[in-house]
């Protein structure tokens, strides 16, 4: 196999032991008489290592290359989802969850390895690809998870742990090294705050990273309260919840996987980027006034492709403007980036949710996503483009 292909599968098979725990943790913390807060900040725990974390392992692929930090990474999957199942009480629950937070960290490791075996051209294309691992993830994930929690909440957990141990023995043979050794050790800058400073002081790279920030705080806003949201207004339950988070999966797998590519080529990411977000915010928008199931399914869709089309190509730009010693690091930074929207955006949503209506968190989620959108058409016109790439 191709090294894009390894990596493609390598991450698509950690996300199905990621989804897989997704709709177990609710009921898994109620069991150990967890409350509806236990369950938020069991979530709010994981995306804080990831954002801790994610800057530390891409500077460590920097320094030692990619391989042996993925390969560290699906080992701590294996060891997290084994104490999840051996967990006993609330606050090992929480430790397990921590300790899959700091493991699954390394994402901006696979995306700098994708980097790393793409050439600028093709760099959208690849970072896609490892877009739909996750879309692809998250449909069979919490499907497995679902389907094997009727023999108990353990049992998920189980089979996570040792689909990612395969994984781990798998990669460990497959996996080759995409980093030139002559690189090794050779990281520009050091903590991560040289490396935001580094970051921030490269043209383009302030106003990428707050475009991904804004972005990815209001997608997950929406994430939040969409359950409660649907339920009120059409009475889904867990189970039409999971298939309409499958059809969304299924677009951005479809989106990230074969689409974003040739899109990005044809016109650059610089100008896919704003349009997504436009389309971003006619979904949030059509969400709250949508009169059928139908509707709310159109305007999902929307969502599913301004996502699919927008992430790839904000990370393929961001990795253009990162010198090729520094992937790893500025891609954690990304990461690290997102993972604080998925922090900040959750908790705004639902505090608007209880606070100011069902429809308000939707609204300003779209206000947000046009933001974006005016700071993307004026800060980012004049990015270079793969087929005019900045010297790095």
């Not at 898994?28 to 409350?35: L, M």
């Not at 939040?224 to 988070?245: C, D, K, P, W």
Request: without cysteine; glycine residues 10%; charged residues 10%.
């Amino acid at each position: 196999m191709t090294p894009t292909a390894v990596v493609f599968l390598t991450v698509f098979i950690d996300l199905i032991g990621f989804g897989i725990i997704i709709p177990l943790l609710p009921f898994y913390a109620e069991h150990f008489g967890g409350t509806a807060l236990s369950v938020g900040l069991l979530s709010t725990s994981f995306s804080f290592m990831q954002f801790l974390f994610a800057p530390f392992w891409g500077r460590l692929s920097d320094r030692i290359g990619r391989r042996p930090v993925i390969l560290i990474g699906l080992f701590g999957s294996f060891l997290a989802y084994l104490f999840f199942g051996l967990a006993t009480s609330l606050t090992l629950l929480f430790v397990s969850r921590i300790f899959a937070g700091i493991a699954g960290a390394n994402v901006s490791t696979a995306q700098a390895y994708m980097a790393d075996v793409t050439t600028p051209e093709n760099r959208a294309r690849g970072m896609g690809l490892v877009g739909a691992a996750f879309g692809l993830g998250f449909i069979f994930g919490p499907a497995i998870g679902g389907f094997l929690s009727q023999w108990g909440y353990q049992v998920p957990s189980f089979f996570a742990s040792g689909l990612s141990l395969l994984n781990f023995i798998s990669a460990w043979f497959v996996l080759p090294e995409s980093k030139p050794p002559s690189n090794h050790g050779h990281q520009r800058g050091g903590s991560r705050f040289e490396v935001l400073k580094a970051a921030i002081a490269r043209p383009y790279l302030p106003q990428l990273l707050l475009v991904y920030f804004i972005v990815i705080a209001a997608f997950s806003s929406f994430e939040a309260t969409f359950a409660l949201f649907s339920e009120v207004r059409y009475g889904f339950n867990a189970s039409t919840i999971g298939y309409v988070f499958a059809f969304v999966g299924v677009i951005l797998a479809i989106v990230q996987g074969t689409l974003v590519g040739r899109m990005a080529r044809l016109v650059g990411e610089h100008r896919v980027v704003p349009i997504a977000i436009l389309v971003l915010a006619a979904g949030l928008v059509l969400i709250p006034i949508s009169g059928s199931v139908t509707a709310l399914l159109v305007a999902v869709a929307l969502l599913s492709v301004g996502m699919g089309f927008n992430s790839p190509s904000i990370t393929s730009m961001i990795s253009r403007l990162s010198h090729a010693d520094e992937q790893g690091g500025v891609l954690g930074i990304s990461q690290s980036t997102a993972s604080l929207a998925r922090i900040i955006g959750p908790v705004t949503g639902g505090f608007l949710y209880d606070n100011f209506g069902l429809v308000t968190p939707y609204l300003t989620a779209a206000t947000l996503m046009l933001a974006a959108f005016l700071i993307s058409m004026v800060g980012l016109s004049r990015v270079p483009t793969a087929q005019n790439p900045q010297q790095t």
